[in-house]
């Protein structure tokens, strides 16, 4: 946040606020500005996996036997457990990151939970091209934290916002267009 002052008094000129009663009322309604840092997830998944596949697992190559692999097939959990360690998975490779940019054709959001997931009847087609529209970004639930946001009744919360947009990128004339957020909740 950058604020600019004239001024280092707090007296009031002509009915008007001055620039210290200024920032500290901007303090109170804006939210710090932060780095974006784009990092292509495949980076991330090369330097987990190494050369086989088990450099950051708990379990040698050598031990991962038929024993183990019978074990990790009877594993048994419900759709939201399963959701939910999917996203870890994926957002520990980065456990700073608030938003996952993904445009890739087929790319997907990570959900943490099963349930409230949106169809394709749920997804709008784009409003200026009738085309389909295509997952492109998530915010994740991390930013909550990083906005400062108490875990009150009332207070601001999300699992994920995955947002949709057209799979042409069309009306490139447009600066800003309207888009379909889904918020998982």
């Given at each position: 946040?950058?604020?600019?002052?004239?001024?280092?008094?707090?007296?009031?000129?002509?009915?008007?606020?001055?620039?210290?009663?200024?920032?500290?009322?901007?303090?109170?309604?804006?939210?710090?500005?932060?780095?974006?840092?784009?990092?292509?997830?495949?980076?991330?998944?090369?330097?987990?996996?190494?050369?086989?596949?088990?450099?950051?697992?708990?379990?040698?190559?050598?031990?991962?036997?038929?024993?183990?692999?019978?074990l990790l097939k009877h594993f048994?959990?419900?759709?939201?457990?399963?959701?939910?360690?999917?996203?870890?998975?994926?957002?520990?490779?980065?456990?700073?990151?608030?938003?996952?940019?993904?445009?890739?054709?087929?790319?997907?959001?990570?959900?943490?939970?099963?349930?409230?997931?949106?169809?394709?009847?749920?997804?709008?087609?784009?409003?200026?091209?009738?085309?389909?529209?295509?997952?492109?970004?998530?915010?994740?639930?991390?930013?909550?934290?990083?906005?400062?946001?108490?875990?009150?009744?009332?207070?601001?919360?999300?699992?994920?916002?995955?947002?949709?947009?057209?799979?042409?990128?069309?009306?490139?004339?447009?600066?800003?267009?309207?888009?379909?957020?889904?918020?998982?909740?």
């Amino acid at each position: 946040m950058k604020t600019y002052s004239e001024s280092s008094n707090s007296s009031t000129v002509n009915n008007r606020r001055t620039s210290n009663e200024l920032e500290k009322v901007a303090s109170n309604t804006l939210w710090p500005e932060y780095d974006i840092i784009n990092n292509d997830e495949f980076e991330f998944d090369m330097e987990m996996s190494g050369a086989n596949g088990y450099s950051s697992s708990m379990v040698s190559n050598d031990q991962s036997d038929e024993t183990f692999k019978a074990l990790l097939k009877h594993f048994e959990a419900d759709d939201d457990k399963k959701s939910w360690t999917s996203f870890q998975e994926c957002i520990s490779k980065a456990p700073e990151q608030v938003l996952r940019y993904c445009r890739s054709p087929g790319a997907k959001p990570v959900w943490p939970i099963s349930s409230g997931q949106p169809s394709q009847v749920d997804t709008p087609k784009c409003r200026y091209c009738v085309g389909p529209s295509v997952f492109e970004f998530q915010i994740l639930p991390l930013l909550l934290y990083y906005f400062g946001v108490k875990d009150d009744v009332d207070s601001l919360d999300w699992s994920t916002i995955a947002v949709y947009t057209c799979e042409a990128s069309c009306e490139a004339s447009l600066s800003y267009k309207e888009e379909f957020a889904w918020i998982q909740v």
